[in-house]
């Protein structure tokens, strides 16, 4: 799949502004971390662009997340095991199928989390503009728990040793 069609089927099934803006950031993410850790850049690309593409519709059943995304890539004729596994690893923890065994899904289950925490950061920021965060605005609020709560600290913190 390319990216072109990730974005085509990202945006036929996923309304939310934010949530889009939530799966280009980790897309972004997964790209530079494919050419870091020797991956395929684009396919990387297209799992952290697809990773939350069925979020909407699969919020009160968590169960349900990601394997709703999986199917509608096979539908769509995807057969790349490596891209459809990465997408499933994305929800192992709901349910229960692959959980992450290779660098790419790794990848995945890390910045997924990493990504919101960074934009959490940036809206606090008197001027709301990514490129004016630094490191050290990250590590400031990282030390404040009650500061985005809901981002999964310990999720994050495995990037060091899974990475």
């Not at 803006?21 to 697809?50: F, N, T």
């Not at 989390?113 to 990282?142: C, D, H, M, Q, Y």
Request: glycine share 4%.
């Amino acid at each position: 799949m390319t990216k072109q069609q990730a974005l085509e089927l990202l945006h036929e099934k996923l309304q939310s502004p934010n949530l889009r803006k939530h799966c280009y950031a980790v897309g972004a993410v997964m790209k530079a971390l494919a050419m870091r850790l020797d991956g395929d850049p684009e396919k990387w690309e297209v799992v952290g662009l697809l990773h939350d593409g069925d979020y909407e519709m699969t919020k009160s059943d968590p169960n349900k997340h990601t394997l709703l995304m999986h199917e509608w890539l096979k539908e769509k004729g995807e057969t790349d095991e490596e891209l459809l596994a990465a997408i499933l690893s994305h929800n192992y923890v709901h349910t229960g199928q692959n959980p992450p065994a290779n660098k790419m899904e790794w990848a995945l289950y890390c910045c997924d989390e990493l990504t919101g925490f960074i934009i959490a950061v940036t809206l606090v920021r008197p001027e709301k503009r990514l490129s004016s965060v630094t490191l050290e605005n990250v590590l400031k609020k990282w030390g404040e728990k009650d500061f985005a709560a809901a981002v999964k600290r310990e999720q994050i913190e495995e990037c060091d040793a899974r990475l």
